[in-house]
């Protein structure tokens, strides 16, 4: 069975400040990892995801992840946080059945 | 890109009543559509799984008899709350799987709040 642990259910960052919203998974099979965002009152949009290949998967809006198959880890990152990144980030995996386990999600607040 | 989009986006309804909720696949075909429950200020919770044409796969601890599932065709998943009561209530998700342009992904909808007076 899959599962999805994020660490962290609040994460308060400075604006321009770097942030690091991190995600561990556990998995017997190869998996393929996610980050969603949902924006306050609104539903879930894709932020970045892990199929194959690179590591290290961007989003355009600056944010990264870097798969990291020894750790077991899927962290999130941005050098530089916008008031408009508050929101709720959640990690998800997934295996060859499609289907999309959560993990609890990350509130992140941006302080002025 | 692919659109997933949920009628309604929002619905209240009385206790003891049966609520729809569509879920459709707008510019591709779905083969496999989830749906998913979040409650306030929690995570989404995999409820069942349906493909189109056959009885949809319900997670453990979720009624099949009180959420119907059905998926009639590749674009189209309804889930009805059937004799629906104030614990009902919450924020529920549909996601459909298949490709849209030469993108394979799983693509969510908008959500539909349902408040059971």
């Known amino acids: 069975a899959q599962s999805v642990t994020q660490l962290d259910s609040q994460v308060p960052v400075f604006e321009e400040a770097p942030v690091e919203l991190r995600c561990n998974y556990s998995?017997?099979?190869?998996?393929?990892l996610f980050w969603y965002v949902q924006y306050p009152n609104q539903g879930l949009q894709l932020l970045l995801k892990y199929l194959s290949g690179s590591t290290l998967v961007e989003s355009i809006n600056g944010f990264e992840a870097e798969f990291n198959k020894s750790q077991t880890s899927f962290h999130l990152r941005k050098p530089s946080v916008h008031i408009s990144d508050t929101a709720e980030y959640f990690c998800a995996v997934s295996g060859e059945d499609d289907k999309i386990i959560f993990g609890k999600g990350t509130r992140l607040h941006i302080l002025p | 890109g692919a659109v997933v989009s949920q009628h309604p986006s929002w619905v209240i309804c009385k206790s003891g009543t049966s609520v729809k909720i569509e879920c459709r696949s707008l510019?591709?075909?779905?083969?496999?559509m989830f749906w998913y429950r979040q409650f306030p200020k929690q995570s989404l919770m995999l409820m069942a799984t349906?493909?189109?044409?056959?009885?949809?796969?319900?997670e453990q601890g979720v009624e099949k008899d009180k959420f119907l599932i059905n998926h009639a065709s590749l674009t189209l998943s309804t889930l009805t709350v059937t004799s629906a009561h104030p614990e009902d209530s919450s924020f529920y998700i549909c996601?459909?799987?298949?490709?849209?342009?030469?993108?394979?992904?799983?693509?969510f909808g908008p959500g539909t709040r349902l408040t059971v007076l």
């Open positions: 510019d591709f075909q779905a083969t496999t």
């Open positions: 996601s459909a799987s298949g490709t849209s342009g030469s993108e394979i992904g799983q693509y």
């Open positions: 349906s493909n189109e044409g056959s009885k949809a796969t319900y």
């Open positions: 998995s017997s099979v190869s998996v393929y």
